[in-house]
């Protein structure tokens, strides 16, 4: 059975940061192409950030230089690392495996994230 298990989110006040890991099982995880996205009342999913099979990133222009993903294949785990965090990214994130040789993607359940003072 396929699990992604996303953590790490919670209320934070602006300026600050919050890191998101989501754990993967279930799949091939060197495979697979691994996404944030996120998506915030009233709005349409939005990509946040991607890594993939060779640790080659790519980030959503509202987050570049304030956000970093990362992968560790030893524990099958994505991190994003988010500072300088503003009212904006409030939202609830999503972490997406996204399969490298076949036409198959996964969803994590989504965190909350709440960025106010």
């Known amino acids: 059975q396929v699990q992604l298990v996303e953590s790490g989110g919670g209320l934070v006040q602006p300026g600050g940061s919050l890191r998101l890991s989501c754990a993967a099982s279930?799949?091939?995880?060197?495979?697979?192409?691994m996404a944030w996205y996120r998506q915030a009342p009233g709005k349409q999913r939005e990509l946040v950030a991607t890594?993939?099979?060779?640790?080659?990133?790519s980030y959503g222009e509202s987050v570049k230089g304030r956000f970093t993903i990362s992968r560790d294949s030893a524990k099958n785990t994505v991190l994003l690392q988010m500072n300088s965090l503003k009212p904006e990214d409030s939202a609830v994130y999503y972490c997406?495996?996204?399969?490298?040789?076949?036409?198959?993607?996964?969803w994590g359940q989504g965190t909350q994230v709440t960025v106010s003072s």
């Open positions: 890594v993939s099979t060779r640790g080659t990133t």
């Open positions: 997406k495996a996204q399969s490298t040789w076949r036409a198959t993607e996964y």
């Open positions: 279930g799949i091939a995880f060197s495979t697979y192409l």
